[in-house]
Every structure is written in structure tokens, then in C-alpha cells.
């Protein structure tokens, strides 16, 4: 029997219940929260136009994903893939960096949790969800063709049936099975480095995060160094700087970035990762001001990735953080 209610307010609250993973699931395919957002909204847009029509012959979160699906290929058509510094280039030294700005549609961008990740009673479900929308997976999704990329998320992150994928995109299930197996052999040419679960944060990993949070603030850079594994990386996107290891990041620190000293740091989440929001002391003297949200990818009790997102006016407010602090 279809789940899709008749009435307006009856139809409002049943899609509804499907917006988080909805967004999700587009956040992805197109690796842009904001993107994400508008495509649930021009999904749902596209099925108020279209319910009357809806005959039932799936449920209603088949169908939405299906809108939502085209909503994404519809997107992806012009090539556009959303990257990291570290794919568009190589890594630079300290001494002789350039800061090169690309546009914002260049980046990956990063995602609230509470708006990605659907809350669930099942521990096991809960770190997958959050494994796969790691900054590192949903990069490498972006080297996937678009169909690739939403055979490979329906199937293996979303668990849905060969079937039910070949129905969704009107396809064989030879031809969605064809599809996994190059995504996949795609995704194993990645090298994506493996990170150590966060659900919730084990005492090893919250006391990493303590450290790390008080060497900042202290800026205490020699003690940071020791928290970082040895070929951690630093990303700074608008920019497409990136340096890698423990020399170029203390010394950057303490060159080009050394206005980030007296820095406070507010705890969050992201891409199923530790955050804060890091604000560096206001020009004028009173309080700080908003400079960076800050993604740390950990593995084997080190963090391996520093990804500071400077562009904190789209950032701050997506991530309910503070304009400033007092």
C-alpha cells in the first residue's frame, strides 16, 4: 500500500520524515551542503507538482528518492565535481607558499551532522552513516561518473537492492550491478585512508581533542606538533594550499598564520568528524571574531588532517555558531 498521504498537511509531514536522509543522500552526490539543501527542496517542489499522478506502485520514499535522483543528475550534468586542495594539486613548503583563491564552487564542502544523519537506536547503522559521509569518502565519490556515484550509494551505503536500483533508474539490474563493480573498482584506486570511529568519541580520542584544543589556544605550536601523525595534512579551502607534515605545519603556524595566536575554539561536529569553530582576536581589541571551522580527521590515536574552511560567513551560521565571543 503507498505511503503517500492525500492531504496537504498529511503529505507535508510524510515527506518530511524523509528529509534528513534525503539530504544525505544528496549531500553525496554533489558534495555541497547548500546544494544538498536546494535539491531536497526542488525534490520536494517536483513532487507536490507531481503527486496526483502518483499511482502507488512504490512507496513514497522510493519515489522521493527518485525526484531527488534526477534532481542530482540534473546538476551533474555539466561535469562539475565538487574536490579537496589535495586533489587539484601538490603539496607546497611553508617557505615558499602561495595562496591561490579558486571559486567557491571548487570545494567539498563541509556538513552539519544533525543535517546529514538521520537518528537511529542501532549503533552499527550510526557509524556507517557517519563513516560515509567522511570528507575523505564523499571526495572520492566526486571521481565517480554520476550514475556510478548513485548506484554506489544506493547499494552500499543506503543498502538498497540491485531491484529496487534498477527500478529507481529504469535500468537492468545487470547494468547496476556492472555499474558497482567499476565505482567500486574505482574507489579501491583512491587510497583513502582509513579513520578511527568516532561514535561517540572513546577516551583516547577525547583526551587527543583536549590536548589539541588546549595546545591552540595556548598556541603552544612545539606541543600541537606532537599530537599531529607525521604526515598530517593542512588544508585551508577558498585556497588551494595544502602542506604536509609536521615541519611546514609548525612553521606555517608560526609564520603566515600567526594571527591565529590567542585563538578560542568552539567545540562541534562535522561529516561525522570533531570540529570547532575557531575565532581569532577581534582587530579592535574586544572579543574574537569568527576565522575558520576546523575538521579533524584522526586515525591511530594521531590526527592525520587539519581542514580549516575560512569562508566562516556561509559556515558559522549553518553550524549554529557564534557571531562573536565576548
Known sequence: MSDLATSSPELDAAMDRYRV???GYCYRMLGSAFDAEDAVQDTYIRAWRAHGKFEGRSSLRSWLYRIATNVCLDLLSAGN??????DLSAPQHQASAVLNERPEVTWLEPVPDGRVLPQTADPAEMALAKESVRLAFVAALQHLPAKQRAVLILREVLAWKADEVAQLLETTVASVNSALQRARATLSGQALRPSDPADPLDAEQAKLLEQYLSAFEAYDISRLTTLLHEDAVLSMPPFDLWLRGHADIAAWHLNQGIG???????????????????YRPAEDGSGHTPWALQVLEISEGRIVGLNAFLDTDRWFPLFGLPERLA
Open 260 to 278: 591565529c595566536k590567542g585563538s578560542r575554539l568552539v567545540a562541534t561536529t562535522a561529516n561525522g568528524l570533531p570540529a570547532f569553530g575557531q
Open 21 to 23: 536522509e534525503l539530504t
Open 81 to 86: 565535481k565538487r574536490a579537496r586542495p589535495m
